[in-house]
């Protein structure tokens, strides 16, 4: 959910309240007008529908192995912030059945990417309205410059990773890293399959009379549409705790050696962030082992996913850092995906630095003496298709945060870490955002700093 819009749908309820629901006002002609079709993200100006903002996702998915279809309703709990005539999901599923809005049916038609809905009566703007969107078929991930992200078949079942632009593949979604909401799964599957979502697990019920159960999962904090996972299977599963909440982490059987020490290190490294960043933003934690390597890892809120499991123990810090950086304080523009991956890998030096590896600095030492195709792209504006580049994004994000630490010294960076973390809990924020926090702190003029670390293609002075 965007903070900003949800305080202002508030005020606006009061002035909905007085009309009829979804008819005009009495008092004069009311204008409702489309809502746009994209949110203009640099990157992926379609992701994103302008016009409402969502509150929460309800998933209930019926999931098929014999020919890994889907049988499923996703109904959206949403605040008009416009009048809206109609208003766009994005969506790539499956064949589409119906769609009801506010319980009555709703025309539709697709166009690529987009779901357009025009609801029978006009929404209101501060109204908040239901749209349930049911639809059957064997899902396909969505494959651009980035890779191939969403619905990710396995032999026995399947695994979700959308970054950036995958959860379309499987969910109808306001599908912006911008619109955070809460979600509820309800995936019924064989009785013989386990199935792991994001956040808690809160109930199973008893199988039909197909040997199909129901097992339902909850988020409860907000979650952008990407970072919705789901993982269908044979799984190993372990149940632990750390810092007094669940730790659930599970891995496919032929993943074993792999994820070895993929419950005990998650708890560890839990821990260890908890004590760098602050308090652990969401109510569990955990992990998920399946696939076969050919996607990256991706940091699912509350519960990472590791394609071919974790390569290392600094891939578990990594992703379970990003709970800090990218999922609860997540970012608003793609185009500040540094402020993500710059975090978590700098995590990962952290880490080595503190239980007996090389300094981050000596590892920003090793990095900065590279040359040539090491500096050729811009880290606070690498391109759609370099978002993830390694030297770019990752390394060289991760040494702007090191250079950062050697300006404003360690008495202010490391509170700065857990201000920011703390600052935009469970929001959105931007590259400006942080320029500006570490300003204030450190009392400097850092803009000449950051220039030259993000929006130059040339390796900075030190
Ligand atoms: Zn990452």
Do not use: C
Not at 78 to 103: E, H, K
Not at 413 to 429: C, D, E, S, V
Request: net charge negative; no cysteine; aromatic share 10%.
């Amino acid at each position: 959910m965007v903070r900003s819009l949800a305080a202002l749908a508030v005020g606006l309820t009061l002035i909905a309240a007085s009309a009829a629901p979804n008819a005009p006002a009495a008092a004069g002609p009311v204008t409702f007008l489309p809502g746009s079709e994209g949110m203009g993200d640099p990157y992926y100006p379609l992701q994103g529908n302008g016009g409402y903002d969502v509150g929460h996702y309800d998933l209930r998915l019926r999931f098929d192995p014999d020919d890994h279809s889907v049988d499923a309703t996703t109904t959206i709990t949403a605040t008009a912030v416009q009048n809206l005539s109609r208003f766009n999901l994005d969506f790539s599923g499956p064949q589409i059945s119906g769609v009801l809005v506010n319980g009555a049916q709703a025309s539709y038609h697709r166009d690529g990417q987009e779901l357009v809905i025009t609801p029978p009566n006009g929404l209101l703007s501060g109204s908040t309205f239901t749209v349930a969107v049911s639809y059957a078929g064997a899902p396909k991930a969505v494959s651009d410059a980035t890779g191939e992200q969403g619905w990710l078949r396995t032999e026995d079942g399947v695994y979700v990773a959308s970054q950036p632009d995958g959860a379309r593949s499987w969910f109808p979604a306001n599908d912006s890293p911008a619109d955070k909401a809460t979600f509820s799964f309800r995936i019924s599957a064989p009785e013989d399959l386990a199935v792991l979502a994001n956040g808690e697990h809160t109930g199973t019920d008893s199988a039909d009379d197909d040997g199909y159960r129901t097992v339902h999962w909850e988020m409860k904090q907000p979650m952008a549409p990407y970072l919705a996972t789901l993982a269908i299977g044979h799984f190993v599963v372990n149940e632990g705790t750390v810092g007094g909440m669940p730790n659930v982490t599970a891995y496919d059987p032929s993943l074993a050696d792999e994820s070895k020490d993929l419950h005990d290190f998650t708890a560890k490294a839990v821990a260890w962030e908890t004590g760098l960043f602050g308090p652990y933003p969401f109510s569990s934690t955990g992990g998920i082992a399946d696939g076969d390597g050919s996607v990256t890892a991706l940091e699912t809120q509350g519960r990472p996913v590791y394609s071919g499991g974790p390569s290392d123990d600094l891939e578990i810090v990594h992703e379970l850092a990003h709970q800090w950086f990218g999922d609860s304080v997540g970012v608003r523009s793609w185009r500040d995906i540094w402020l993500n991956e710059g975090f978590a890998t700098y995590a990962e030096w952290l880490y080595q630095e503190q239980h007996g590896g090389p300094s981050a600095k000596e590892i920003f030492d090793e990095h900065y003496r590279k040359t040539g195709g090491f500096w050729h792209l811009k880290t606070g504006d690498p391109g759609q298709a370099h978002m993830f580049d390694e030297n770019a994004v990752y390394l060289r994000g991760a040494m702007t945060v090191q250079a950062l630490r050697t300006k404003i010294g360690d008495k202010v960076f490391f509170p700065l870490l857990k201000t920011w973390a703390q600052q935009n809990r469970h929001g959105t924020a931007t590259t400006a955002d942080f320029v500006s926090l570490a300003e204030k702190l450190s009392g400097q003029n850092l803009r000449p700093f950051f220039d030259a670390w993000l929006y130059q293609a040339a390796k900075p002075r030190v």
